[in-house]
């Protein structure tokens, strides 16, 4: 069974920086992707940033130079890098791994159960 653990939420200030990381556990014979999205109440869910296991990454055009994503295929983990942090960017941000477990022929998509940001003064 794969789980996936997500840390670093917060409060902070606009302009400020915030690092959130996740780790999944479980045994995983491949990781093909990983990224985080984020949801506002009323709205679907966006992806926020993602990273293929080869080191391809995209970024919503919002974050594009203000966040870092980077992963670690070894330790199956992945951490965002928020810097220069926006009211409008208070949400629950999720974490995202699509992997084949240990034992399976094919990918499926693991979630965390999210962390909130909130940006404000």
């Known amino acids: 069974q794969v789980q996936l653990v997500e840390s670093g939420g917060g409060l902070v200030q606009p302009g400020g920086s915030l690092s959130l990381s996740c780790a999944a556990s479980g045994r995983i014979l491949r990781l093909n992707a990983m990224g985080w999205y984020r949801q506002t109440p009323g709205n679907q869910r966006e992806l926020v940033a993602s990273?293929?296991?080869?080191?391809?990454?995209n970024y919503a055009d919002s974050v594009k130079g203000r966040f870092t994503i980077s992963g670690d295929n070894t330790k199956n983990a992945v951490i965002l890098q928020m810097n220069s942090l926006k009211p409008e960017e208070t949400a629950l941000y999720y974490c995202?791994?699509?992997?084949?477990?240990?034992?399976?022929?094919?990918?499926?998509?693991?979630w965390g159960q999210g962390t909130q940001v909130t940006v404000s003064s």
């Open positions: 990273i293929t296991g080869s080191g391809s990454t």
């Open positions: 995202w791994m699509e992997a084949i477990p240990a034992g399976a022929r094919q990918a499926y998509d693991y």
